[in-house]
């Protein structure tokens, strides 16, 4: 499933051609995705003005002028392609309609957004703006691991004392959003902390924040990480998967110099943990 990198690439793709123009025609082919459509939504789409595209977690948010913002979610193979807009020196023309291309989106600026969903575990909803934060999929969720809410003393105070391991702390929504397996993994090794120590008793909290944000960062600058069904909104690869230092890297060789180690996996709570034994403790 496409973590924070991944989104956030995504919502930049989509902000040339949604951000600032009007949806002049709106394309719903079908009832549902993961969930039923909101009723009438190709209706309450169609004139509306796209105000701001944001990103909350794992979640695309375009507030519209009509005091409703619409809410996508990427689920594990829907993807949000743009076509007819000149993204960078590029154009990319309007392709033959696909059998997933489930919304479609005419936008005043010529471009076409399409959410294509082939597994149909993605979702969109249309919420109230104002009370955008209360809705199901967003209420309770913690801070921005790239906002000023998140430092070193909320992550202190939010792992003190708990007996559950570093690795599923750091993936709880209601302490950081947007975090998700395979970024927690390059967290961890970066900082030297096996995936199975109890968050509790990890060393300075603290100074996992700023490599978070490193890691988080870098991972955007290269356009997310492509490993089944991601693209960008151009349709391009993500190419961060090739600077994984663990991740899906089991029985190679430790990157860290003079390591020699080779990177294990272990199973916590159904999701794959890679991590070095000699480097993590």
């Not at 159904?270 to 993590?280: L, M």
């Amino acid at each position: 499933m496409p973590e924070l990198p991944e989104v956030e690439t995504v919502r930049a793709g989509l902000l040339p051609a949604m951000e600032g123009h009007v949806i002049v025609q709106a394309e719903v082919n079908r009832a549902d995705l993961r969930w039923p459509f909101p009723p009438n939504m190709a209706q309450r789409l169609r004139g509306a003005r796209v105000l701001a595209l944001r990103r909350r977690s794992k979640y695309i948010l375009a507030d519209l002028d009509r005091g409703e913002t619409l809410l996508i979610h990427l689920g594990m193979s829907g993807r949000m392609l743009v076509s007819g807009k000149i993204l960078g020196s590029y154009v990319h023309d309007h392709p033959a309609p696909q059998k997933h291309d489930h919304v479609v989106l005419h936008m005043d600026s010529g471009a076409r957004v399409t959410f294509n969903d082939a597994r149909r575990f993605g979702a969109m909803d249309l919420l109230a703006t104002h009370a955008a934060e209360a809705h199901p999929l967003l209420a309770g969720l913690g801070p921005e691991p790239l906002g000023n809410r998140f430092d070193g003393p909320y992550l202190a105070a939010k792992l003190a004392g708990r007996k559950t391991p570093i690795k599923s702390a750091l993936l709880d929504q209601r302490i950081v959003a947007g975090l998700g397996n395979i970024y927690v993994c390059e967290v961890l090794h970066r900082a030297r902390i096996a995936p199975d120590r109890m968050a509790g008793d990890v060393p300075d909290a603290p100074s996992l924040v700023p490599i978070i944000r490193d890691v988080l960062s870098e991972a955007i600058a290269a356009g997310g990480s492509s490993l089944r069904d991601y693209r960008q909104a151009d349709g391009e690869l993500g190419y961060f998967q090739h600077a994984f230092a663990v991740y899906g890297r089991e029985g190679e060789p430790c990157l860290t110099p003079h390591c020699g180690a080779q990177i294990m996996r272990i199973v916590q709570s159904g999701r794959s943990s890679f991590y070095c034994p000699r480097c993590q403790s």
